[in-house]
């Protein structure tokens, strides 16, 4: 069965600090894909970004980063320069490859709370 | 409007009592799915359907009840509502079900079971 391990449950950090999201999953398909939703306080779930198994470049859009490293069985986000409109729970989720159906698995959520 | 919708956004209702909570997309979209977003547990998903008259069970599904007559809509039932099912809900879809396709979220219902 697939797992999504996101343990930091909540973080606070002040304003322009970097911050890092663990997500840690399991599986046993060797094609899988990796997600991370973002959800503000005002409630609708953001789509940030995709990985697939295959591709362990990480990747950077603007502030925001991902690590990907298939050897820890993580997918790590990081925030640099955090900012209040960053305030938000953050998921990260799991999908199975061709056939799994598209379905997701998500963690816990991390509520980010950056404060002035 | 284009996308896709979830209603009520709100209600509550009693134990023991039926309540639906409609989707609606207007992508065409093949795959939707329904979660119930629960402090703690994140979101867990409760049903899918593949195509129109294709559904299937996800993680949580007893107490539901879901159909798919047309391919943009997705309703949800709870036949006899309990208090365990006070949650938020969130209906989704997805253009196929390949596995790397990114859901697009409803904006979620909030159910509250008394």
């Known amino acids: 069965a697939q797992k999504v391990t996101q343990a930091q449950t909540e973080i606070s950090v002040v304003e322009k600090e970097d911050v890092t999201l663990d997500c840690v999953y399991e599986?046993?398909?060797?094609?899988?894909?990796l997600f991370w939703y973002k959800q503000p306080p005002s409630g609708e779930l953001v789509f940030l970004i995709r990985?697939?198994?295959?591709?362990?470049q990480n990747e950077i859009s603007g502030r925001y980063s991902w690590n990907f490293q298939k050897s820890t069985s993580s997918f790590n986000f990081t925030i640099t320069a955090s900012q209040v409109v960053d305030s938000a729970v953050y998921f990260c989720?799991?999908?199975?490859?061709?056939?799994?159906?598209?379905?997701?698995?998500f963690g816990t959520g991390t509520q980010l709370k950056v404060e002035l | 409007d284009a996308g896709i919708t979830q209603s009520p956004r709100y209600k509550i209702t009693e134990t023991g009592r039926q309540v639906t909570l409609m989707c609606h997309q207007t992508?065409?979209?093949?795959?939707m799915f329904w979660y119930r977003q629960d402090l703690g547990h994140g979101l867990r998903l409760i049903y899918y359907?593949?195509?129109?008259?294709?559904?299937d069970k996800g993680e949580v599904p007893d107490g539901y009840v879901v159909s798919r007559s047309k391919t943009e809509n997705f309703p949800l039932t709870l036949e006899s509502a309990t208090r365990s099912q006070t949650s938020v809900y969130f209906c989704?879809?997805?253009?196929?079900?390949?596995?790397?396709?990114?859901?697009?979220f409803g904006p979620g219902t909030r159910l509250t079971v008394t």
């Open positions: 989704a879809s997805s253009e196929r079900g390949q596995g790397y396709e990114e859901q697009y």
């Open positions: 599986t046993r398909d060797t094609t899988y894909y």
């Open positions: 990985r697939n198994s295959f591709d362990e």
């Open positions: 989720a799991l999908s199975e490859g061709a056939g799994g159906g598209n379905k997701l698995t």
């Open positions: 992508w065409s979209h093949s795959y």
């Open positions: 359907s593949a195509a129109a008259d294709i559904t």
